[in-house]
Each structure stands twice: as C-alpha cells, then as structure tokens.
C-alpha cells in the first residue's frame, strides 16, 4: 500500500459548522502533513506531526484544529470557517520526521467549499 | 518572501522536443530540491529530486540539473510527450540538521503543455 488517502474528496460547509477531514497512510510513515492550497498558488504548510506530535504550526487560525490518532491517520477538524478558507487541502506522509532527503507522498486533497 | 521561484508561468512545447522547466531559490540553507508534477483536482506527485551534494540527477526521461552557486535547478523532459502535461512544482527543504520535519517550500508552479 502506498497510498495517501483522503475523505472526502469534496465538501461544502456552512460557517457555523463543524466538520472534519481524514487522512490515512498505511506506509509506516512517522511525519504526516496538512497542507492548504489555492487556486493558481503553491501548497502551503499548514502543520506538521512527527510520531503522532505535533512538531510544526504554520500560525495556523485556531478555527482549524488537527489531530493525529494513532500513527497512520491524521485529522483536520473545521469549525466556524470562513469563505476564504476554500481550497484544497492535501495530507501528506513521509517516512521519517528529520533527516536529509526524502519525499513527501500527497493524498489527492479534500476540496472544501464554505459558504 | 519568496523563497523559492518559478519564473515562467506556463511553458508550450512540441510533442518529442524537450521540456526545459526552471527553478530560481534564495535560501542558501535550501538542501534538498524536488519537483511535483500535479493534475488538475489531485495531490502533487513526486517526479524527481535532488541533494545538494550533486549537480545532476536522471530517471528515465527526467532529468534535474542544480546549480548550487547560481542557486538555480531546472527540470529537462526528453522527449515530451502529451502525458506531461500538467503543473509542475519546484520545492525544497533544509533538512541536513533534521531539525525542519520535511518541511517542503514550493515554488508557484509551471503549467507544461505538450501539443501531439
């Protein structure tokens, strides 16, 4: 298995709601992401966890709340979000937190619409 | 701050001809270069990286060249074919201390068409 893979790949939330986004990798990978993208810009750091910590927090609004369950998923939780958060935010993994080298492995995202 | 860029926002090539896709960077800590390649409505996919300590690496019809003193990377596509066509990211991290997690910096991408 070698996927990064996300749910769901689309949703639309009101501002008031309260939704979540999930990622799963089953590659033993011990640093995930969440990364935020918009339209015509390059990915954008959001968080990073390294062996289920968090490590890194882009100032991140606090509207937008990860968690890391166990070693192989990662969840982002969405309350009262605003308009401008609509993008495509993409999970990512990676073998080892630190250390030279390395790719990322994406998920194909999560389009999130707020009305 | 911009610390990684990609100068030419799309880039129209012949089927067969080479792509030559370019990558400028300002952050001399910057260790470690990859590119993505990513279709519209998916994640990025890694296509080729390389490590500061070389000045060229090749898979198949990828090749990255880095040049270290010029700070500048490029990605050549021999020969192109109309799969390629996509939006391609620069990125780069410093992780020689182990201290940045991964993190990935991207550049803002070169929209690649190949014509059959």
């Known amino acids: 298995d070698t996927e990064v893979t996300q749910t769901p790949k689309h949703l639309v939330m009101g501002m008031t709601n309260k939704k979540s986004l999930k990622c799963e990798q089953h590659m033993g990978h011990r640093a995930m992401y969440w990364y935020k993208q918009k339209a015509k810009k390059p990915p954008e750091l959001m968080f990073v966890?390294?062996?289920?910590?968090?490590?890194i927090n882009e100032s991140v609004p606090s509207r937008f709340s990860p968690e890391c369950p166990n070693s192989s998923l990662l969840n982002l939780h969405l309350h009262a979000l605003q308009p401008e958060d609509s993008a495509l935010y993409l999970c990512a993994s990676r073998p080892l937190a630190g250390g030279p080298g390395g790719e990322l492995f994406f998920g194909e995202g999560s389009r999130l619409t707020v009305l | 701050d911009q610390q990684v860029k990609q100068n030419s926002p799309s880039l129209s090539v012949q089927e067969g001809r080479i792509s030559i896709l370019n990558c400028d960077y300002t952050?001399?800590?910057?260790?470690?270069f990859l590119w993505y390649k990513k279709y519209p409505a998916e994640g990025p996919t890694f296509l080729i990286s390389i490590s500061s300590i070389k000045d060229k690496n090749e898979d198949g019809r990828f090749t990255v060249f880095l040049n270290k003193s010029a700070k500048h990377l490029s990605l050549h596509i021999v020969p192109s074919q109309p799969g390629d066509s996509a939006v391609y990211f620069c990125a780069a991290s410093a992780d020689a201390g182990g201290t940045s997690y991964g993190k990935l910096t991207f550049g803002q991408g070169t929209i690649l068409t190949v014509h059959p």
């Open positions: 966890y390294s062996y289920e910590k968090l490590s």
């Open positions: 952050n001399s800590m910057f260790d470690y």
